[in-house]
């Protein structure tokens, strides 16, 4: 039934419907067929709601053998088009309108809808289902545009579209399903776009769009599914990009975009799960926290020639990620922390060239971290703040040659902490020695590459064990390397460690000096009796490590004895019973305590001589005491 006073443009359109035909109500000029000036269009342009609902309910039936549908450019269009909770089977095409109210489509059912190039005031089109595409390419809308719920099997494409809500929500799309693509092109967002819990059967594509958001959230896509690619090539995202418990199927691109929240956090995947690459490189920028928290990557993080300024100290946060390939960094220059604490990669960890900086914390965390390959802080990677790779387990080796270590360490921290590590290499010639200390305490490590040159003022290395030193520098160059714990604290086994190493390249005398060594560092740390007791062992036998001074003592002693006693030699006890005096036996009589040559037994030195004899049998139970103790302790390292 034809509705009543309908107009000659009306009438255009009804008689146009059962063909399908397109009927243009455009003038030709650009400008005045802008459907934002659409409210002055006059009534040559104008089409009542009513008529586009009465032809898609049935008023007409399409022409034998074809298909209706209203297809309609360039009109404005009055009333409210309210088809909520219909179904029909038409096309409905408006293209370049101008509308006066909201569109209705709640729970419709329909086929494909194309608004492209129109001017809206909102969109309801919730619980809808449509068979086939929504289009919405170049559209604007005024007001929330809803979509919760609602089904579309082909894609939904809202290329160069810019929408807006004064009430902060441009785009409400939760629990929506697309079976094919979800095509956004050059899309502008003044508001929050809402994707809670959305299914999209094919890829999301968000190339050069900008999105303006609201109460610091540009995109909300919690727990969204993806089958395919997630790519946000080019984005403008003010506010955080919210991807928490995300599936995506293969890989999450933002190439080139730039985040921006300052005060919070730009992307927000925490829990997320990206089947492929996580790539954030070619000029990527993010102005607040990346979030990649206990998120799985079936592929590698890319972070390459991205820059990131953090928020409340931290830059990227990746705590207890898991990547299957790569965490690349390269190049990246981050201001706040990178906090990749119990993280997981299989491949390597690499930050080459990159420059971390953070003067309120650490630069980088990867305590507890799991690297199946290399960690390559290397390529003049710069950081100014602490570095901790505590308890990591490196599969390859740990590479900061030509890194350079800045800036003074955070209280309580070290500027390079490899406490526990395990990893096959480690490779320390640094550009320069880091300002701070660095901490080796119970490493485990293969292969140890230094340099003179690149210690740190402070270095503690209690149980650390590593199979070889790339360049083992004789003992007295490395003994300040030994030296240089600031706690003052005596630890043996640091100085065990590096006379074995020696041992096993054959450098005995090497050890013996790192041996020694310990013992005097010990002996400082000894009472002052304790002290007196290990001095006397240190200058007459080395601890037992100089052997041969004990017979330069001897020797010594005994020429002193011989020589005083030749001058005032002893007197007789017994004229009928001694032997004739021999003054080097007597000498030896006095110095040796387990020798007895039947002088001293015999004769007895006065005067001052007396004290001789008293001072030459109290050094030699000294010396025998202390040659005893060196040959124990010799015996017992064999």
Known sequence: MQPHGITPPEQQVWDAFTSAREVDLGTGDREADDPAQGADWGPERTIRAE???????????????RAAAVSLVGARITGSLELD??????????IGCWFEQRVNLYGTRTRQLSFNGSH????????????????????????????????????????QAHLSDAAGEALTADRLHVDNDLLLRDLAVDGVFRLRSAVIGGGAH???????????????????????????????????LGLRGAAITGSLFLRAAQLTNPAGRTLDAIGAQIGSD????????????????????????????????????VAVDAVRAQVDVDFRANQLHAEGELDLYGITVNGSLQLRTAHLTNPAGRTL???????????QLDKDFTADGPITLATAEVGGGIYLRTARLTGPPVTDHSALSLRHVRAREVDLRTVNAAAGRLSLRHATIGVLRDAPESWPESITMDGVAYDQLEQPLTAAERLPWLQR??????????????????????HEDDARVILLAKQRARRAQLPRYARAWGLAQDVTVGYGYHPARALGWLLGLLAVGFTVFSIWPPRVLEEDKAPPLNELFYTLDLLLPVINFGQESAYAAH???????????????????????GMARALNRQ
Do not use: M
């Open 51 to 65: 008529v586009i609902t009465a032809l898609l309910l049935g008023a007409r039936e399409p022409e034998p053998g």
């Open 85 to 94: 909770h219909t179904e029909f089977d038409h096309h409905l095409r408006l």
């Open 120 to 159: 809206l005031p909102g969109l309801l089109a919730s619980h809808a289902a449509i068979d086939g595409n929504l289009r919405l390419k170049r559209c604007r809308s005024t007001a929330e545009i809803r979509l919760v719920g609602t089904h579309v099997t082909g894609a939904v494409i809202l290329e």
């Open 206 to 240: 968000l190339r050069q769009c900008r999105l303006n958001g609201h109460d610091g959230v540009a995109l909300d896509a919690h727990r969204l599914q993806v089958e395919g690619d997630f790519s946000a090539y080019r984005l403008h995202a003010g506010g955080a």
């Open 278 to 313: 996580v790539v954030l490189d070619e000029g990527f920028t993010a102005n607040g926290r990346i979030r990649l928290r206990n998120t799985r990557v079936g592929g590698s993080v890319q972070l390459d020639d991205a820059r990131v300024t953090g928020s409340e100290d």
């Open 365 to 375: 965390d990867a305590r507890a971290s799991r690297i199946g390959a290399d960690v």
């Open 485 to 506: 714990d600031e706690r003052g604290s005596y630890h043996p086994q640091p100085y065990e460690q590096l006379a074995a190493t020696y041992r096993r390249l054959g």
């Open 607 to 629: 005067g001052g001589g007396q004290w001789l004899a008293y001072i030459l049998t109290a050094a030699g139970w000294i010396l025998a005491t202390t040659v005893a103790a």
